[in-house]
C-alpha cells in the first residue's frame, strides 16, 4: 500500500512563492511516476504537472507553464511542487498522486492514470 502525505500549502499573496512537498511511502519510490492535481471549490480536480519515474522528463498544464516546477528527490522518496508567480486563481487543494505501472520516460496526466492519492494541502493566494 502506497501513502502519499502532501505538505506546504499555505496562505501567500499573489505573485508570491510556494513550495509543495509530498513525502511516499511503501513500494519502490523510484519506479513510480508522480503527479500533481489540484482542485478550486466547485470545479473538477485538474492535472498541474508530471513527472516521469527517473525524473528526466516533466509535463505542465499550460496555465502553470514558466510559473511552476515539478522534481523529485528517489533517495528521499519525495517529489516536489515549486510554486512562483502565484495568482489568486492558483488557489486551491493540491493533491499529489502516484502511478506504479509505468513506461520509462513517460508522464501522465489524466485523473485515471494514477493510482494512489494524497489528501491534498490547500493553497490559497489573495489578491
Known amino acids: 500500500q502506497v501513502q502519499l502525505v502532501e505538505s506546504g500549502g499555505g496562505l501567500v499573496q499573489a505573485g508570491g512563492s510556494l513550495r509543495l512537498s509530498c513525502a511516499a511511502s511503501?513500494?519502490?519510490?523510484?519506479?513510480?511516476?508522480m503527479g500533481w492535481f489540484r482542485q478550486a471549490p466547485g470545479k473538477e480536480r485538474e492535472f498541474v504537472a508530471a513527472?516521469?519515474?527517473?525524473?528526466?522528463?516533466?509535463y505542465y498544464t499550460d496555465t502553470v507553464k514558466g510559473r511552476f516546477t515539478i522534481s523529485r528527490d528517489n533517495a528521499k522518496n519525495a517529489v516536489y511542487l515549486n510554486m512562483n508567480s502565484l495568482k489568486p486563481e492558483d488557489t486551491a487543494v493540491y493533491y499529489c498522486?502516484?502511478?506504479?505501472?509505468?513506461?520509462?520516460?513517460?508522464?501522465?496526466?489524466?485523473?485515471?492514470?494514477?493510482?494512489?492519492w494524497g489528501q491534498g494541502t490547500q493553497v490559497t493566494v489573495s489578491s
Open positions: 498522486a502516484a502511478r506504479l505501472t509505468v513506461v520509462a520516460g513517460r508522464t501522465y496526466s489524466t485523473f485515471p492514470d494514477y493510482n494512489y
Open positions: 511503501g513500494g519502490t519510490f523510484g519506479s513510480f511516476a
Open positions: 513527472i516521469s519515474r527517473g525524473g528526466g522528463s516533466t
